[in-house]
């Protein structure tokens, strides 16, 4: 049964995208939050972690309430109703859409104004190398946080699991900032967010990896993307070419893997470093967030190229890829789970 609940999610998910209106339940739980915010701040760790409980808590039980009543009631109500669930913690079309704004922009204006939508640092300081690596980096940190996460705490847990973590990162892009207001009282919700998200992001970075082993050409949501330029040092990219798949597999998983443990954040190294390695361009480097400059480490092979439109292209390819074998990967898994249950 989980199983058709996820292949209905996909299918919503695949025809309708992520409903971009203010009666979406992330949006009305992004409300909830910030009347608990309003509430309960203070410049104080348990007070976050009590603002955390609160936002989380009572929805949850509300929704295994009409969980449990929609099952009683009539199996096809409940089945619907999870399935409307887990779809509504996707957004794996709407993520490719803005990103594939950003490669199609005609200028560096409307590049900016494309970027502004989907990365958090100042896009009118970045030049076009700087907007496609931001593009870029935000498309591979939120193929985990939007698609693989809930995908893998619906295989967990159940819907629950999804709608769970969903929340989970709602409260920490809402309130784990390390801003003064935030510095404290956002520690538990970045945290728990940091838990969460930990087997999700390396196993997106695996997935990329996998990915990009026969990654050449292929259309994403109806647009070609023209044929790969080779990386300009190729034997430091491991996993392009012919040869066996598992050593190569495992050269370039030791060589993302130092730079994604330097990255700021324990997970989005991740999945960025697996995708610069993928597309043999250079990601990270020193960004510019609210007039501060953040240091951080160079993502990518020794010589990779400036990433441009055509770089980003090629990303959503890839990504979409990692993406569609992450699906299948939970279809097998709950396959097999529903054979050995009985």
């Known amino acids: 049964m989980s199983a058709t609940i996820l292949l209905l999610a996909l299918t919503f998910e695949r025809l309708r995208g992520d409903p971009a209106t203010a009666y979406h339940p ?116 939120n193929s985990s946080d939007a698609v693989v996460a809930p995908l893998f705490w619906f295989v967990v847990a159940g819907p629950l699991g999804a709608a769970a973590y969903r929340m989970v990162n709602t409260l920490d892009a809402m309130w784990g900032h390390r801003s003064p207001r935030y510095l404290h009282f956002g520690t538990a919700a970045a945290r728990i967010d940091d838990v969460a998200n930990w087997i999700p992001a390396r196993l997106t970075a695996g997935l990329i990896v996998l990915a990009a082993r026969r990654h050449d050409r292929a259309p994403v949501g109806g647009h070609p993307v023209a044929e790969q330029r080779r990386p300009i040092a190729p034997r430091t990219w491991a996993v392009r070419g012919r040869g066996p798949l598992l050593p190569q597999l495992l050269q370039t998983w030791r060589s993302l893997a130092p730079q994604a443990t330097q990255h700021p954040s324990p997970n989005g190294g991740w999945p960025e470093a697996a995708l610069a390695w993928g597309l043999g361009v250079r990601l990270g480097g020193a960004v510019l967030r609210a007039g501060h400059l953040e240091a951080r480490p160079w993502l990518g092979p020794d010589g990779g190229r400036e990433p441009t439109p055509r770089d980003t292209l090629a990303g959503l390819v890839l990504i979409h890829r990692a993406l569609l074998l992450a699906a299948v990967a939970m279809l097998i898994v709950l396959g097999l789970e529903a054979v050995v249950s009985g």
């Open 26 to 141: 992330v949006a009305w739980f992004g409300r909830y939050a910030g009347l608990i915010e309003q509430a309960l701040h203070s410049d104080h760790r348990a007070a976050g972690a009590m603002a955390w409980l609160a936002a989380v808590i009572p929805p949850l039980l509300g929704i295994a309430w009409l969980h449990v009543a929609l099952w009683d009631l009539r199996p096809w109500s409940g089945l619907l109703f999870d399935a409307a669930l887990l779809w509504t913690t996707l957004g794996w079309r709407s993520l490719l859409g803005h990103v594939r704004s950003v490669a199609e922009a005609t200028g560096l204006t409307s590049a900016r104004m494309a970027a502004a939508r989907i990365v958090g640092r100042d896009p009118e300081a970045l030049d076009e190398a700087g907007i496609h690596r931001a593009a870029l980096e935000s498309l591979a940190e």
